[in-house]
């Protein structure tokens, strides 16, 4: 049997694609526990969890919503995950904390590879994981069909623990292939019992055949059993489901429909029975078995009422309300019961638990002392999509970094940083990703945002060299202004900034005004003139002259711009666009339209390979002008039924001429006009 402790408090998560079913799910399972009086609706807005704004506005989930019930005497929590890939990140933070994840699909082969990414994760951290397909009562599913799918996108054999009990097109219950018991689904209430249908023995028994010699291949002993036709006894059978599905060897399957209450019995008995307990998963984490309280932080949340709350799952030891910890003293212990906090004097092995105003503690953290070997945290997805902000209130912009810095301590997938023009750029992982933030800045922080695109750095270089005159002479009366320079300009190689070059002898230009004449070029260089920063060139001071009372280091300054600004003309001026570095992850299957999406967007294609250690995948190489990346993610999405991403990094900047130049500079000069 497996290393569980079943008197623990053990911790499951559903995840799976947008729309597969997960919040109806937990619904069911929570009304199956008892844990509600009656199962809500997405649709009516009246489920337990998702009671957010964002939320309810979507139909979807945009957080992971924490449930705690017992089952059969024993308290499990449910976390139900977002399935929109764009915010992923809450997903994966909250799979390093469970015990056990339900992945949930629905019956359809072809929204399979939607399921990839997940089982990837899982199974690159070796969390154990069942699969539910949800939606079995919909009308022509093909679950047979959708298995052979669902297999090619996962590392892990999947094994089937039961078969449907069909009448027509329909799917009515379902044979256990252990116990080798049929049930007939009855909803709001536990399955009935009825006897295995004479037309479905023959099937039951090749499909318990194939799921014993799945087991077999990591047991050596039912393998002998099965060698010498030897029926293996029940327990030995459920003890290999356990310890396969512990150790992450298999993915146990199950089926149902959330809304109408097949099958949700079923599928907590699996739990119940097989899913390993809080000691195994902090063994499996790395987490050494002696020591001090001890705790990981996976989710953090700025709640009006409460403050911050930092949602952690208890591995070792016990904290009570109001400890003081290396960390700082907790200000409020909440336990989750149903959708809803509730305060407790202490939380212990195996609970999921919301410490209060903890701060110094970010999401990952380890409270209680970090354990040497512990498994590392999940790094913060890459940013796919960008807004440019700016608060509503003049004089809000303090405030507005301060609530998105909130934001970002909730969801780590979101950043803010300032671009090269002033504009404060909110990254993440796609448009309604950024939209559900700027709707909880208005709600939660009472910061009202206009967005735009942000804006794209381009520079500009020049081709050709030329000698300028500036010469700056003002008489006012009393101490007048006078400052007289000669300088060369000329084109460097492409990545080479700026270099200025003093040539200046005899002292035509004093040894002080020189540090002010390379200001002034500076100075001019921030905005050449088609508007944008200029680089990759070299200015020469060559010569000058001074007048011993007028001239001053503003006067050497402006004769700088003066030159600048007649001589940058004669050198051929060229708009640089920055060209970015992609590659773009999608299944092979739409690696060709992954390819037309670069090559519609002026990019470069430079290969694709097949992407490491994803089997099906493939990975296109290509130079894209960053001009063109604003909603990448978005068709790419689209084309890709959700699962394409791609990663990104600055690489050159290439000259652009012609009509797309010609209108980057007439919306920059109507920028600067406005501005």
């Given at each position: ?498 270099k200025f070059v003093d040539k200046i002898v005899g002292g035509v230009v004093p040894r002080q005004y020189i540090p002010s004449v390379e200001e002034g070029v500076a100075d001019f260089l921030r905005q050449g003139p088609f508007g944008f920063p200029v680089v990759d060139l070299q200015v020469t001071l060559t010569s000058g002259s001074y007048h011993a009372v007028d001239s001053s280091d503003m006067a050497f300054k402006t004769a700088a711009r003066i030159a600048m600004s007649e001589g940058m003309p004669q050198c051929d001026p060229v708009l640089l ?99």
């Amino acid at each position: 049997m497996t290393s569980k402790s079943p008197s623990l408090p053990r911790a499951c998560a559903l995840v799976g694609p947008f729309a597969a079913g997960k919040t109806s799910l937990l619904e069911a399972m929570l009304f199956a526990c008892g844990a509600i009086g009656r199962q809500g609706r997405i649709k009516d807005g009246t489920t337990t969890c998702d009671s957010s704004p964002e939320a309810r506005a979507r139909l979807m989930s945009v957080e992971p919503n924490i449930a705690s019930a017992e089952y059969l005497g024993e308290k499990w929590t449910f976390i139900d995950c977002p399935g929109s890939v764009e915010f992923q990140q809450d997903s994966y933070n909250a799979l390093m904390a469970v015990d056990v994840a339900v992945v949930v699909c629905e019956p359809d082969p072809a929204r399979a590879v939607m399921v990839a990414p997940v089982l990837k994760f899982l199974d690159g951290h070796k969390i154990p994981h069942l699969l539910f397909v949800n939606k079995i009562d919909t009308a022509g599913t093909r679950l047979k069909e959708t298995l052979e799918a669902l297999q090619a996108v996962s590392d892990r054999p999947l094994v089937m623990r039961e078969i449907p009990i069909r009448e027509g097109d329909a799917v009515t219950g379902y044979i256990d292939l252990v116990s080798e018991r049929a049930y007939k689904y009855r909803p709001g209430q536990t399955s009935a019992v009825i006897k295995i249908p004479d037309a479905l023995k023959g099937e039951e028994s090749a499909a318990r055949q194939e799921m014993l010699e799945h087991l077999a291949d990591f047991d050596d002993h039912l393998m002998e059993e099965l060698l010498e036709d030897i029926q293996p006894p029940a327990d030995e059978v459920y003890a290999d489901l356990g310890k396969d599905l512990a150790e992450d060897l298999i993915v146990p399957v199950f089926f149902g429909s959330a809304e109408n209450d097949g099958g949700i019995h079923r599928l907590l008995k699996a739990l119940r029975h097989d899913a390993p307990g809080p000691a195994a998963t902090a063994a499996r984490l790395g987490v050494k078995a002696e020591g001090s309280a001890l705790a990981t932080v996976f989710k953090t949340v700025h709640a009006a009422h409460t403050g911050k709350l930092s949602f952690a799952r208890v591995w070792r030891g016990e904290f009570t309300d109001n400890q003081s910890l290396d960390v700082g003293r907790i200000g409020g212990l909440y336990l989750m019961t149903g959708g809803t906090p509730t305060k407790v004097a202490k939380a212990g092995v195996g609970d999921v638990c919301a410490f209060g105003r903890l701060d110094a503690v970010a999401t990952g953290q380890v409270i209680g002392g970090a354990d040497a070997g512990m498994e590392p945290w999940p790094v913060p997805l890459p940013p796919l999509f960008a807004f440019a902000l700016a608060a509503e209130k003049k004089g809000d912009d303090v405030k507005l970094t301060g609530a998105i810095a909130k934001l970002a301590e909730e969801d780590p997938s979101l950043s803010l940083d300032h671009g090269e023009f002033g504009e404060q750029v909110l990254r993440g992982q796609g448009e309604i990703h950024l939209q559900v933030a700027i709707d909880r800045l208005k709600s939660r922080f009472n910061m009202a945002v206009v967005t735009a695109k942000p804006t794209v750095p381009y520079k500009e270089t020049i081709r050709k060299s030329t000698s300028v005159h500036g010469r700056h002479k003002k008489q006012s009366g009393g101490h007048g202004q006078f400052g007289d320079i000669h300088i060369d300009i000329a084109p460097l190689p492409r990545g080479s900034g700026f270099k200025f070059v003093d040539k200046i002898v005899g002292g035509v230009v004093p040894r002080q005004y020189i540090p002010s004449v390379e200001e002034g070029v500076a100075d001019f260089l921030r905005q050449g003139p088609f508007g944008f920063p200029v680089v990759d060139l070299q200015v020469t001071l060559t010569s000058g002259s001074y007048h011993a009372v007028d001239s001053s280091d503003m006067a050497f300054k402006t004769a700088a711009r003066i030159a600048m600004s007649e001589g940058m003309p004669q050198c051929d001026p060229v708009l640089l666009e920055p060209i970015l570095a992609v590659e773009i992850s999608v299944p092979a299957d739409f690696t060709a339209k992954a390819q037309r999406i670069v090559s519609g967007r002026r990019g470069q294609i430079l290969g694709y390979d097949a992407k490491e250690g994803w089997q099906g995948w493939d990975t296109v190489s290509a130079y894209l002008p960053q001009a063109e990346m604003d909603d990448l993610i978005v068709e790419l999405r689209s084309l890709t039924m959700g699962v394409g991403t791609f990663s990104w990094k600055f690489d050159h900047l290439q000259e652009i001429s012609g009509r797309v130049a010609e209108k980057v500079v007439e919306a920059r000069k109507e920028a600067l006009a406005s501005a």
